[in-house]
C-alpha cells in the first residue's frame, strides 16, 4: 500500500526529504544548509578571536578559552531537552505516516522541549551568578585572567536561559526536516554577532564582556525567529505553554535520549576544566595557543558535525517509520560523507596551519605550540566524526544506554589519559590527549554498534507490526 500524499508530503516539502526523497537528495537538503551554518559559526569564532586578539592582551584570549565550558552547560541544558525532544519528534512523524494519531503527541513535546530548556537554564544560571567568584575559580582562572574571566562569564550567565532555548529550538525545527530554516536563523544570528562585537569591542571597548553580551543579543534574536517562523509554518509542533506536559509518555523517551547529550556535555565541561587547569600551568601563552587552535580546527569539526547532526532527524524519521532499507542506506552514504569531508578537509587545513595561526598571533611561541595543537585536533576530528554517526544513530533509533555509554567513556577515558600524558609528556601529552581518547570512543561505538543491530532491527519489525494492526482497524472501523 502507498503512503497518501498530503500538502506536508509533497516533492519538494521538508517532510517528503524525510519521508521518501533519494538519499543523497535528502542528506543535501539537511546535512549542507547546517553545514554552512556551523561553518559561518565557527568562522564567527575565529573572527571573534582576532577581534579579542587585536587589543593585544593574552588574558583576554585565555579569558575566552576559560569560559568555554560554560557553552558546555548550555549545550548540555540544550541538547537534553532539544536533542531527546527532536528524536521523539522525527519518529512520531515518521510514524504518523501509518498511524496519524501519533502526530497528536508533538505539540506536548515541543512544549515540553522549550519550556523545560528555558526552566532549567533560568536555575543554573542564577546559581552560577550567585556563586561566580568560586566559579571563575574552579575554571582555571589565575590572578592575572581572573577579572577578564568574570566579566565573562557573569555575562554568559545572565543569558544561559536564552542560549538553551535557541539550540533546543533549533534542534525541534530541524526535527521536520526544516534544516533551510535553520540555516536562515543561525547565519542570521552570526551576523548580528558579528555587528554586535564592532560595536561592544572596537567601538564602546566592553572587552570579553562586550563579546559575551554579543553573543546573547544574537542568541535572542534567533529564538524570536524560530518561534515565529514555527508559529506560521509547523502544523505539529507548538511552544504554547498550555501543551506544557510532565507526562510519563514524553518525560521518558525524551530524557532517555536527552541524558547522554547531558552527560557528553557535561564531560566536557569536566575535560575543558581539567585541560585549562593544567595547560594554565605552562602559563597564558599555551592558553591562547590552544584557544587560537580549537578555533581553527572548528571550521572543519563543523563541516562533519553538519553531516552528523543533520542525518539525526532522517534517521529517526526512517526508525519511526519501520523503513529499514531507507535508515541503513542513509547510514552507509552519511558514513561516506563523513570519511570524505575529514580527509579533504584535515589535508587542507593542515597544509595551512601555519598560515592561519600566524594571522591571529604573531606571537612565535604561540606559533609553535598552535602548529601541534591543531595537528592533534585534526587527527581527532577524523575518528570523531564516526563516532558522533555512531552516536546519532543510537539516539534517532532510541537506544539510550548505547549513546549514554557513549558520552561516558569520553569522560572517563580522557581524564586518565591526560592526567598521565601531562606527568610523562608534559604540554605535549596534554595536547595528544584528546586524540587518544577520541580513537578509544570510536572503538567502544563500533561494538556497540555491533551489538545494537538486532535491537534496532526489532524494534523495526515492531513498529511495523504496530502500525499495520493500527491501519487494518482503521480499515474495519
Not at 544560571?125 to 571563575?136: E, K, N, Q, R, T
Not at 584535515?346 to 600566524?358: C, D, K, L, P, Y
Request: hydrophobic content about 60%; some cysteine; glycine content about 10%.
Amino acid at each position: 500500500m502507498t503512503t497518501p500524499t498530503t500538502p506536508e508530503t509533497t516533492v519538494g516539502s521538508n517532510r517528503w526529504y524525510l519521508s521518501s526523497a533519494p538519499i543523497v537528495r535528502a542528506l543535501v537538503h539537511l546535512c549542507i544548509p547546517l553545514a554552512a551554518a556551523m561553518i559561518v559559526g565557527a568562522v564567527y569564532n575565529v573572527i571573534n578571536a582576532g577581534f579579542i586578539g587585536s587589543l593585544h592582551d593574552a588574558t583576554l584570549l585565555a579569558a575566552v578559552t576559560l569560559g568555554a565550558p560554560l557553552l558546555g552547560l548550555v549545550m548540555a541544558v540544550g541538547g537534553v531537552f532539544g536533542v531527546g525532544g527532536g528524536a521523539l519528534i522525527s519518529r512520531l512523524l515518521g510514524a504518523a505516516e501509518k498511524e496519524p494519531s501519533k502526530a497528536a503527541e508533538i505539540k506536548h513535546v515541543s512544549s515540553f522541549a522549550v519550556w523545560g530548556a528555558v526552566i532549567v537554564g533560568t536555575v543554573l544560571g542564577g546559581i552560577g551568578l550567585l556563586a561566580l567568584d568560586p566559579l571563575v575559580m574552579v575554571l582555571g582562572a589565575d590572578a592575572a585572567a581572573a577579572p577578564a574571566t568574570g566579566a565573562f562569564v557573569a555575562v554568559l550567565l545572565a543569558f544561559v536561559p536564552v542560549l538553551a532555548a535557541a539550540f533546543c529550538l533549533e534542534q525541534l525545527v530541524r526535527a521536520e526536516g526544516a534544516a533551510r530554516q535553520v540555516m536562515v536563523g543561525l547565519i542570521a544570528s552570526t551576523v548580528a554577532n558579528v555587528v554586535f562585537d564592532i560595536l561592544f569591542i572596537l567601538v564602546l571597548h566592553w572587552g570579553v564582556a562586550g563579546a559575551a553580551l554579543a553573543m546573547g543579543l544574537s542568541n535572542l534574536g534567533v529564538v524570536i525567529y524560530f518561534v515565529v517562523w514555527l508559529q506560521r509554518h509547523s502544523e505539529h509542533i507548538s511552544v504554547s505553554p498550555r501543551w506544557f506536559t510532565l507526562s510519563p509518555a514524553v518525560l521518558k523517551p525524551v530524557f532517555g535520549v536527552g541524558v547522554s547529550e547531558l552527560l557528553q556535555s557535561s564531560f566536557l565541561i569536566i575535560t575543558s576544566l581539567v585541560l585549562n587547569n593544567l595547560a594554565a600551568a605552562y602559563g597564558d601563552t599555551a592558553l591562547a595557543a590552544m584557544g587560537v587552535a580549537v578555533r581553527i580546527a572548528q571550521v572543519p569539526e563543523f563541516l562533519v558535525m553538519g553531516v552528523t547532526l543533520g542525518v539525526l532527524p532522517l534517521l529517526a524519521y526512517s526508525y519511526g517509520k519501520g523503513d529499514r532499507p531507507r535508515l541503513m542506506s542513509a547510514v552507509r552514504v552519511s558514513a561516506l560523507t563523513v570519511g570524505a569531508v575529514t580527509l579533504i578537509s584535515a589535508t587542507t587545513v593542515f597544509a595551512f596551519r601555519e598560515q592561519v595561526i600566524t594571522a591571529f598571533s604573531d606571537d612565535r611561541s604561540v606559533l609553535a605550540i598552535g602548529v601541534t595543537i591543531l595537528t592533534a585536533q585534526l587527527v581527532a576530528m577524523i575518528v570523531n566524526g564516526f563516532a558522533g554517526l555512531l552516536t546519532s544513530l543510537f539516539q534517532a533509533t532510541g537506544r539510550a544506554v548505547p549513546a549514554i555509554v557513549m558520552s561516558v567513556s569520553q569522560g572517563v577515558i580522557f581524564i586518565p589519559v591526560v592526567l598521565l600524558g601531562n606527568l610523562w609528556f608534559g604540554l605535549t601529552g596534554i595536547i595528544w590527549s584528546l586524540t587518544i581518547t577520541e580513537v578509544a570512543v570510536f572503538l567502544i561505538g563500533v561494538v556497540m554498534w555491533l551489538g545494537s543491530r538486532s535491537a534496532i532491527d526489532r524494534g523495526l519489525a515492531e513498529g511495523n507490526a504496530e502500525r499495520a494492526e493500527a491501519m487494518l482497524d482503521q480499515v474495519d472501523a
